[in-house]
């Protein structure tokens, strides 16, 4: 796609006016002087662009020479680095020399004719204000330089979701949200979307963070939220989920079970000892009896004896 700087046929034609009325006045003031003159002039001062796309970046001049030593210089500041214009485009002695830090993605349009130029593959870093500067010797400009500012659009970034704070029951929490870019600058909304609908209000502490205070936060807090941040080029969402527990009824809770444990386990050692100890003492009488009756000599003897016997006669 390319974003062309048309208007519509009114503004064109208003264009093709306006730039009839300056060369016009321009040959007029050149006559005059009695000097050679060169008008240089952009149809928008304002020119929009998606991210990634081609955008035109319009500047035409009106010469009466022989355009044989014309010579056109494109510079940028950009809107990041204001303090550093830097080199675009240069057309000299009938060769372009675009910028090392733009090479193949700049180009000149129709030159010698216009100065326009075509910027591909639109970054967001190259939002700025552009100047077009031409000279034709001998002609002198006037005037000799024009500017236009250039917008590179882009649709919000994924944004983050992320909760800090005390999520205890009666703990304060705040939500924040942050996106990265978008151009123009998204709206940013925080709401509750489950399991009831409610719009929250948000408190941006930058042009892309918002975040969303809740105070004595209960169980009914527990829910999904959801940010949005939308702008005319697009909405993207991030949610986070909030389970609030009821912790003083937890803790206590806690506690009685673990009174409660402790008891049962106290009373079963208790009965562990009893059944150990009662077992033990019935054994030891089993035992004793036991060994009275193993005290009983004839039955071993007599068994022992009748083996030999049988061993004896075999
Ligand atoms: C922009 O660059 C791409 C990739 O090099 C190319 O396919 C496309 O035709 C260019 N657009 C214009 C308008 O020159
Ligand atoms: C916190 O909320 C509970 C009920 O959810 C309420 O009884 C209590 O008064 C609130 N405390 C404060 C300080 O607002």
């Excluded at 130029?117 to 500067?133: E, F, P, Q």
């Excluded at 009373?267 to 004793?288: F, K, P």
């Amino acid at each position: 796609m390319l974003g062309l700087p048309g208007k519509g046929v009114a503004s064109t034609s208003m264009d093709v006016f306006q730039a009839l009325v300056s060369l016009v006045t321009c040959l007029h003031y050149c006559t005059l002087h009695k000097v050679v003159c060169l008008q240089v002039r952009v149809e928008r001062t304002n020119v929009e662009v998606q991210h990634g796309e081609a955008v035109l970046l319009p500047c035409s001049f009106v010469t009466t020479a022989v355009p044989s030593r014309l010579n056109i210089i494109w510079t940028t500041t950009p809107l990041s680095e204001p303090s550093s214009p830097s080199q675009v485009i240069v057309y000299d002695q009938g060769q372009a020399i675009e910028s090392p830090t733009l090479t193949g993605r700049v180009r000149f349009v129709s030159a010698p004719l216009s100065a326009d130029i075509l910027l591909n593959m639109t970054r967001l870093s190259d939002a700025g204000k552009y100047r077009c500067v031409v000279s034709n010797p001998p002609e002198s400009g006037s005037p000799g330089i024009a500017e236009l500012s250039l917008t590179v659009l882009a649709p919000p970034s994924s944004p983050h979701c992320f909760v800090s704070g005390n999520m205890d029951e009666g703990g304060s929490i705040s939500l924040t949200c942050f996106v990265e870019y978008g151009v123009p600058v998204p709206d940013l909304n925080w709401s509750k979307i489950k399991p009831d609908k409610i719009f929250l209000p948000v408190n941006m502490e930058d042009s892309l963070r918002g975040t969303v205070q809740i105070f004595n936060v209960s169980s009914q807090t527990s829910g999904l939220y959801q940010c949005t941040v939308s702008n005319r080029l697009g909405t993207e969402i991030c949610s986070v989920e909030l389970i609030i527990h009821s912790t003083p009824h937890g803790t206590s809770g806690i506690l009685q079970s673990i009174f409660v444990t402790l008891t049962m386990a106290l009373i079963l050692l208790t009965l562990l000892a009893l059944v150990l100890w009662l077992h033990r003492s019935g054994y030891d009488r089993t035992n004793r009896s036991g060994q009275r009756e193993e005290e009983e000599p004839c039955y071993n003897e007599i068994r022992y004896r009748s083996n030999l016997l049988r061993r004896s006669f075999v």
